[in-house]
């Protein structure tokens, strides 16, 4: 089955550069997406195909694609930020719907 | 305001049967997917399927197929998720997602989530 593969966690000082990484075969034919989801909250989705980013997302948020590795990127990373960051998308197919591991991303 | 609003906490025994809910209002019901994701305990997210309530066509996951069943009520805008024998292993958090006909892949909003604990 697809798999998505992102790392297990990243730590960044305020204010400095957070990057998440996520690795798929697929990923250069289908789109990724990422959700930010903070402890007892559901998921909030905070970029969509690859790069967009929904309205009320700040604009710290950023997406970037490159082959078979996608990439969520946080600009001055605050304290609010730190949560688990899911990179999603689709098999080679468009059928199924897959997920990533999940990055825990904290704020030191 | 788009929103998705589940059904309550569940608490349930082995081999008892189970139907969660999820309301959409705000929006038209039968133009959007609606999709169901679990949470385990401490881990991931993972897809279990989508249904288009406008024609009840439903995908199902490869993990999931077999072991849920997807419906939804155009009528009341509900959808639902459905076990007929839960397994202790089934102990999660639910999420229903709405997502677009032409990105199917795009989940949101997320409902607020339903726990569903099985226990002896």
């Known amino acids: 089955s697809y798999e998505l593969t992102q790392p297990p966690s990243v730590s960044v000082s305020p204010g400095q550069t957070a990057r998440i990484t996520c690795s798929g075969d697929a990923l250069p034919k289908q789109y990724a997406y990422w959700y930010q989801q903070k402890p007892g909250q559901a998921p909030v989705l905070v970029i969509y195909?690859?790069?967009e980013r929904p309205s009320g997302i700040p604009e710290r948020f950023s997406g970037s694609s490159s082959g078979t590795t996608v990439t969520l990127t946080i600009s001055g990373v605050q304290a609010e930020d730190e949560a688990d960051y899911y990179c999603?998308?689709?098999?080679?197919?468009?059928?199924?719907?897959?997920f990533g591991g999940g990055t825990k991303l904290t704020v030191l | 305001e788009v929103q998705l609003v589940q059904s309550g906490a569940e608490v349930k025994k082995p081999g008892e049967s189970l139907k969660i809910s999820c309301k959409g209002s705000?929006?038209?019901?039968?133009?959007?997917?609606i999709g169901w994701v679990r949470q385990m305990p401490g881990k991931g997210l993972e897809w279990m399927g989508i249904?288009?309530?406008?024609?009840?066509?439903?995908r199902y996951s490869p993990s999931f197929q077999g072991q849920v069943t997807i419906s939804a009520d155009k009528s009341i805008s509900t959808a639902y998720l459905q076990w007929s024998s839960l397994k202790a292993s089934d102990t999660a958090m639910y999420y229903c997602v709405r997502s677009l006909t032409g990105d199917r892949v795009r989940f949101d909003p997320w409902g607020q989530g339903t726990l569903v604990t099985v226990s002896s």
């Open positions: 999603q998308s689709a098999d080679s197919s468009g059928t199924f719907v897959v």
């Open positions: 705000g929006y038209s019901f039968t133009s959007y997917w």
């Open positions: 249904i288009y309530p406008g024609d009840s066509d439903t």
């Open positions: 195909k690859d790069s």
